[in-house]
């Protein structure tokens, strides 16, 4: 069993904090210059490893240079694992159609005028589908980048496997034997700081959840195929890329560093290894 370096574990945040910073973020941004909408995804199920999903609209045409987290307070950072969204009033509009929205909340402004769905059943099904593997092969790419290196972001990675209960749903497939795990995992974050797993069994739940993610993902591209323009392969990051083959494995290039240094492997693993996935 791997032996794995925990950074960027979870720490209590209370609930009302999520609310005070969305409100603050709001008061902040709204006067900015051509903003239409904002919105927010998603529901604080764990508060303390929930993070917050925002999305900005703006008006068509407009530029804007601010990245919304201005004047920020330091407390309301730990809330923010990755940058707010921003895209324009065209392309929220157009986006709808190839789009599976959930849990979307209307915080400020407009609600952008949206064309009626259209989708057949069929259509619904496919765009459910490629919207999972999607999120498998991300998290499959995380997963592999962690082990290479031995170093788990907690509070992410426990994120990210919640996540993976919707991609099963989405592709019907509720009753796949991976969902025993991401079950109990589920119920560790939800009493997180009541009870809090060992280091000892975070280790030995990712080591028994690997191999059977890894054939859930081989097994599940087997019956749809994810969708791309053809091309011998897809350049995903500055230093990473997507290979057509008969299976999902992966392989990697470059020097790794001691799990010791782990500011510097935290960078590392937020940029991505050399690393080239084949599927």
Not at 11 to 23: F, K, S, V
Not at 30 to 49: L, R
Not at 134 to 154: G, H, P
Request: glycine share 4%; with cysteine.
């Amino acid at each position: 069993m791997l032996s794995y370096k925990f950074i960027d574990r979870p720490a209590p945040i209370p609930r009302q904090l999520y609310d005070e910073t969305i409100e603050g973020i709001v008061n902040r941004n709204k006067h900015i210059e051509g903003i239409k909408a904002i919105y927010s995804f998603g529901n604080i199920t764990a508060p303390g490893i929930s993070d917050l999903d925002l999305l900005f609209v703006f008006k068509n045409n407009v530029t804007c240079h601010a990245n919304g987290f201005e004047s920020l307070p330091e407390n309301h950072k730990p809330l923010f694992t990755h940058g707010i969204m921003a895209v324009s009033e065209k392309h929220f509009t157009e986006n709808a159609h190839f789009t599976i929205w959930s849990d979307h909340h209307l915080l400020f402004g407009e609600a952008p005028s949206s064309y009626p769905l259209l989708r057949t059943s069929e259509e619904e099904k496919s765009i459910a589908a490629q919207t999972a593997i999607e999120f498998l092969i991300a998290n499959y790419i995380d997963i592999k980048i962690q082990r290479s290196y031995k170093v788990i972001k907690l509070r992410a990675f426990l994120q990210h496997m919640k996540g993976l209960l919707y991609d099963l749903e989405m592709l019907n497939d509720i009753e796949d034997p991976i969902r025993i795990p991401l079950l109990q995992l589920k119920d560790w974050m939800l009493n997180w700081f009541n009870n809090t797993p060992t280091d000892n069994d975070l280790q030995q739940w990712i080591s028994d959840f690997e191999p059977q993610y890894d054939a859930f993902v081989n097994k599940t591209l087997l019956k749809i195929s994810l969708f791309l323009p053809e091309m011998k392969n897809y350049p995903i990051a500055g230093n990473m890329q997507l290979w057509n083959a008969k299976s999902v494995t992966y392989q990697r290039k470059g020097l790794l560093l001691p799990s010791f240094l782990s500011p510097l492997l935290e960078e590392i693993i937020l940029n991505y290894s050399i690393s080239s996935i084949h599927f």
